[in-house]
């Protein structure tokens, strides 16, 4: 049983739960800033390996920033006023008849409807295709010796349960600066990542939304580098009265 | 600076899926044992090729499996710092759960013990505990919240040091289609509480290293069981310990044994329960 000593806030207490890793000491951090015009209405730090989520009106723009470089903010988008629809990836994917995300493609929804936009983007191509993981299908992929390690379902599940959502919400994803090559074979995985320190998406909400995000924990490939850091999420809205960022 | 990732060469495909193979045989200090039989901690007396449930729970964890009607269900706790907070289902109908005020009221008992029925809201034994050598369990306090954990330890995040018994609940009810509203009040094994006579709550905590207790199932059930902290444990850090679970087949309290007639309100839960479970085909 180890026991490891951890400072929250002004509280350090030690613990024998078996806490995953963060970024090692000298990992470059560039808290870069928002990929959008307008004002800041919400600035916020996503701890390594923690959930956060987010209500946005329509036409506000929410920037990504990888701060740490090729870590993996694994996304979920609602419609905030029936989160019966939610975003959906082979709507999205079929609809702009490419499996990658770059800039102008539009998050759909399951009813085909756009969600979001993305209005800016600053690495070659991102994923929607790789899902998220959990402690579960870590099993599966890495052993069971991986079972008791934090995964993003478990942040998708708490964070849902702040709203009211459960596992029947919880559908296919987007991760942001993970890296899933689809070769001409059909062989696909994640492997390195393309993006580093600073590195942005930009994504305009076309109806009001709700956003969750895990900030993913994965140490057992290189989805985050391994090495998970923070993100930082801000949110814009515009300031000339029109919709565009 | 050096990396983890200097350790791992995932620059293409088929290099990551060799990176991944290769964790394979790694082991944990926490973790499933599958088959169950392969378990390094069988408790002695068990047989291990009857085991259909075997893991080791780490500290702050939780687990959770739908179990047959009669399974043996034994909860060890090694170090004498597990905390077992417990919650049952009948998992054909989750709206019959766990309701601790019978489970008290009914027997006519506060303390949990060898022969004391987890009762349902419904009138039914969902299971019985059949083996206690720790005698150090709770049914006053539940879990920990967010906020009490939080007060305690500063955080309740569930990536961090300290996560709460519901924030875990949850997460393992969700596996379920359960949600929030499906918590009812849970029971916690190895760390005791008393009522004194002015009605305060004594933490007596552990009765030591190398406890267990043992249930069985006297319907099919959903069991969820979390390993944090006890509400009133009084040590400033959070330094629960692992928590064993093993399982495997049995019999259901069926007439015939003692504890069938053990006492006139225990004897007709069980009747309830086999009534119930005769015109389920069971």
Request: aromatic share 6%; proline share 7%; glycine share 10%.
């Amino acid at each position: 049983m180890t026991i490891t000593t951890h400072t929250v806030g002004d509280r350090v207490i030690e613990t024998t739960v078996p806490v995953g890793a963060h970024y090692v000491e000298g990992t470059t951090l560039d808290p870069s800033g928002p990929l959008a015009t307008g004002a800041i209405v919400l600035d916020e730090a996503v701890a390594p390996l923690a959930p956060w989520s987010a209500r946005l009106t329509a036409g506000q723009t929410l920037t990504i920033v990888d701060v740490g470089g090729n870590q993996s903010a694994d996304f979920l988008v609602y419609n905030a006023q029936d989160t019966d629809e939610r975003y959906s990836t082979p709507d999205t994917l079929a609809w702009q008849k490419n499996a990658y995300l770059r800039e102008g493609s539009i998050l759909r929804s399951n009813l085909g409807r756009p969600l979001m936009t993305v209005t800016g983007n600053e690495i070659d191509r991102q994923d929607t295709i790789g899902g998220a993981c959990s402690k579960e299908s870590n099993t599966l992929r890495y052993g069971f010796h991986t079972e008791h390690q934090h995964g993003c379902r478990e942040n998708f599940l708490a964070e849902a349960a702040r709203h009211g959502l459960g596992a029947r919400d919880l559908v296919s994803n987007i991760n942001w600066f993970m890296n899933v090559p689809v070769e001409a074979d059909g062989t696909l995985g994640i492997v390195d990542g393309m993006s580093a320190p600073g590195k942005r998406v930009a994504l305009r909400a076309e109806m009001d939304v709700l956003v969750i995000v895990s900030n993913c924990p994965q140490m057992n490939n290189p989805c985050n580098d391994f090495n998970c850091t923070p993100l930082r999420m801000i949110v814009t809205a515009p300031t000339d009265g029109s919709d565009h960022a | 600076m050096t990396s983890i990732a200097d350790d791992h060469q995932t620059d293409s495909v088929l290099a990551a899926r060799a990176d991944a193979r290769a964790q394979a045989e790694r082991t944990s200090e926490y973790m499933p044992y599958r088959p169950a039989s392969s378990s390094p901690v069988v408790p002695q007396g068990v047989d291990r090729d009857a085991l259909v449930w075997a893991e080791t729970v780490a500290p702050g964890g939780y687990t959770h499996r739908i179990i047959a009607r009669g399974t043996r269900l034994r909860l060890d706790d090694p170090t004498g710092n597990a905390c077992a907070h417990v919650i049952v289902y009948n998992a054909l109908e989750t709206n019959e759960r766990l309701n601790v005020a019978d489970t008290i009221k009914i027997p006519w008992q506060a303390y949990l013990g060898v022969g004391h029925p987890l009762l349902s809201g419904d009138g039914r034994a969902l299971a019985t505990i059949t083996a206690d050598t720790s005698g150090r369990h709770d049914t006053f306090c539940g879990t920990s919240t967010d906020e009490s954990t939080t007060a305690k330890y500063g955080s309740a995040a569930p990536e961090g040091p300290s996560p709460s018994g519901r924030s875990r609940f949850l997460l393992a009810a969700a596996k379920h289609g359960l949600t929030g509203r499906d918590l009812p009040p849970s029971v916690s094994f190895f760390q005791g509480v008393h009522v004194e006579a002015d009605g305060g709550l004594s933490f007596l905590g552990s009765a030591g290293e190398g406890t267990h207790v043992e249930l069985v199932a006297e319907l099919p059930l959903l069991v969820l069981i979390v390993n944090v902290p006890h509400p009133l444990d009084p040590a400033d850090d959070y330094l629960v310990g692992p928590l064993r679970v093993h399982a495997w087949p049995g019999e259901p309290t069926l007439p015939g044994n003692p504890q069938f007639t053990a006492t006139p309100e225990v004897n007709r839960a069980y009747l309830n329960s086999i009534d119930y479970a005769e015109a389920r085909g069971l």
